[in-house]
């Protein structure tokens, strides 16, 4: 069965410092990988996305991420934190095999100190 | 541009009552969802619908009903409310169901049943 995993509920950075977030899927083909932002009290928002191609993705706000198949893993990575990045992450995996079948990680809440 | 709209933001409800939470979203997407998250949890699919006059349920059914009747709207119902509905529900939607992802997240509706 496919799952995601975020395995650091949280993590605390200082600002400027870089950051990565993991994420490890379990899935028997190549999936449809993507990482959402959300602040609190509001929805997901898109921030980059992993189809096929390049395995190294960009996204918005500066975030990149890269698809390792031999790791099962889509790490989101920023070179720079800014404050405004403190948020939760959520990973997805979704499958081309039709239905609905996209599968978030629980969630990493990430700290930025001054 | 409003995007995906959410109402209401907050609501309390005791065990029994019914509530219909309302979604509705101006970009002219085809693909729109019903998710529900619980703390700690990633999001989890309640229902789904690929067009006006389709839907589909998700992950998470039980408990809840849904239709659409317009490209714009995509209500949720709880007919008979339960504490184990007490979550952050979130409607979103995309324009194509290119991945199985939806794009677009309204900010929310915390609903409370005691």
């Known amino acids: 069965a496919q799952s995601v995993t975020q395995p650091d509920i949280h993590i605390t950075v200082s600002e400027g410092a870089s950051l990565e977030l993991r994420c490890n899927y379990s899935?028997?083909?190549?999936?449809?990988l993507f990482w959402y932002v959300q602040s609190p009290g509001q929805g997901l928002q898109l921030l980059l996305k992993?189809?096929?191609?390049?395995?190294l993705v960009q996204g918005i706000k500066g975030f990149e991420a890269e698809f390792k198949r031999s790791q099962s893993s889509f790490n989101l990575r920023k070179p720079s934190v800014h404050w405004s990045d403190a948020a939760e992450y959520f990973c997805?995996?979704?499958?081309?095999?039709?239905?609905?079948?996209?599968?978030f990680g629980a969630g990493t809440r990430l700290f930025v100190k001054a | 541009n409003a995007g995906v709209t959410q109402t209401p933001k907050f609501r309390i409800l005791k065990i029994g009552q019914s509530m219909t939470l309302q979604c509705t979203q101006d970009?002219?997407?085809?693909?729109m969802y019903w998710y529900r998250q619980d703390p700690g949890m990633g999001l989890k699919l309640i229902y789904y619908?690929?067009?006006?006059?389709?839907?589909d349920k998700g992950e998470v059914p039980n408990g809840y009903n849904v239709s659409r009747s317009t490209t714009e709207d995509f209500p949720l119902r709880l007919e008979l409310a339960a504490p184990s509905q007490t979550s952050v529900y979130f409607c979103?939607?995309?324009?194509?169901?290119?991945?199985?992802?939806?794009?677009?997240f309204g900010d929310g509706t915390r609903l409370s049943i005691l």
């Open positions: 997805a995996v979704a499958t081309n095999t039709g239905g609905f079948k996209t599968i």
């Open positions: 899935y028997g083909a190549t999936p449809y």
């Open positions: 979103a939607s995309s324009l194509q169901q290119v991945s199985n992802q939806p794009q677009h």
């Open positions: 619908s690929v067009g006006a006059g389709i839907t």
């Open positions: 992993y189809f096929s191609g390049d395995t």
């Open positions: 970009m002219n997407h085809n693909y």
